[in-house]
C-alpha cells in the first residue's frame, strides 16, 4: 500500500514545464546612450539602418502588434556560449526600471545568457557590433510584427539585448548534434511601476491584498460569532447554578 504520508505532497505538488531567464536594467537617460531620429548624428543613422534586422520589443503605444511580448524561435549551437541573437528594446523612458525575460519549455534543454549594452558600450567593443551587425543583415527583411509606425522626433532610450541560446543537452544522434533544434520562447518587456513592482505582478499584488483583507474582517466575524456563543452558554450555565 501507497504510505499516507507520501500522498499529502503528491496531491499538492505540480509539475515544473517551463523555464526563465531575466534581467532588470535602468533605461539610460545619458545623451551619448540615446538615439536621435533622421541623420542628427552618424551614430544613429548607423543603429538605426540595423533595427529593421533585429528583433523588437517597446513599451510604446505606437508599436504595431504585441511588441512588449514576442513569441520567436531561437536557432541553438552547441559552440561556445551559444548562438547569438539581437533584440532591440526601443521608446524606453528615460531613468525608468524594466525587466525582460525569455521563457521556454522544460522539454527543451537549453542555456541562455542575456547581456543588455546601450549604443555607446556597443561602439567600444567592435567585436560585439560586428556581431550584431552581421545578425540584422542575415535577419533582414523585418517581420511586420516587428514594426514601429510614426517614431518620435524626441531622443529615444534604447537598449539592445543579446541572446546566447546553446543547446542543452546529448545525444547519440549524430544530425541533432551537428544541427541542434532550435528552442521555441517567448521574450517580454515588462516595466516597473514605481521602479518598484513590475506590471505584471500587479494583479497578483491586489490579490494578495485583498485576500488578506478578507481574511482579516472574516477572522474577527468569526471571532465575534464564537465570542456571543461562548458568552450565551457562560450566561446559561451561570442561570442553572444560581
Known amino acids: 500500500m501507497f504510505p499516507s504520508r507520501f500522498l499529502f505532497p503528491v496531491l499538492f505538488s505540480t509539475a515544473v514545464l517551463g523555464n526563465i531567464e531575466k534581467e532588470i536594467f535602468v ?7 540615446l538615439l536621435f531620429n533622421g541623420t542628427n548624428s552618424p551614430q544613429s543613422a548607423g543603429f538605426e539602418a540595423l533595427h529593421p534586422g533585429l528583433l523588437r520589443l517597446s513599451p510604446s503605444p ?8 514576442l513569441h520567436v524561435t531561437l536557432d541553438t549551437s552547441f559552440i561556445g556560449s551559444g548562438e ?3 533584440a532591440v528594446l ?3 523612458e528615460q531613468g525608468k526600471r524594466y525587466e525582460v525575460r525569455i521563457c521556454w519549455a522544460a522539454t527543451s534543454p537549453t542555456d541562455l545568457t542575456l547581456n543588455i549594452y546601450t549604443a555607446s558600450q556597443l561602439l567600444d567593443k567592435p567585436s560585439l557590433l560586428a556581431n550584431m551587425t552581421a545578425y540584422a543583415t542575415h535577419q533582414l527583411p ?5 514594426k514601429l ?11 539592445y539585448l543579446n541572446i546566447r541560446a546553446k543547446a542543452g543537452y546529448y545525444t547519440h544522434e549524430k544530425h541533432r548534434m551537428e ?5 521555441r520562447v517567448e521574450i517580454v518587456l515588462d516595466p516597473f511601476i514605481l521602479n518598484a513592482l513590475p506590471e505584471s505582478l500587479l494583479p497578483i499584488a491586489v490579490t494578495i491584498i485583498l485576500t488578506a483583507l478578507s481574511a482579516f ?3 474577527g466575524r468569526v471571532y465575534n460569532i464564537l465570542r456571543n456563543i461562548a458568552s450565551l452558554k457562560q450566561s446559561r450555565y451561570d442561570k442553572k447554578t444560581r
Open 27 to 33: 533605461a539610460p537617460s545619458n545623451s551619448q546612450d
Open 62 to 69: 505606437s508599436c504595431e502588434g504585441t511588441c512588449h511580448e
Open 84 to 86: 547569438s541573437h539581437w
Open 90 to 92: 526601443d521608446h524606453l
Open 142 to 146: 523585418p517581420s511586420p510584427v516587428n
Open 149 to 159: 509606425s510614426c517614431p518620435s522626433a524626441a531622443p529615444r532610450s534604447v537598449l
Open 179 to 183: 544541427t541542434p533544434d532550435p528552442v
Open 217 to 219: 474582517w472574516l477572522s
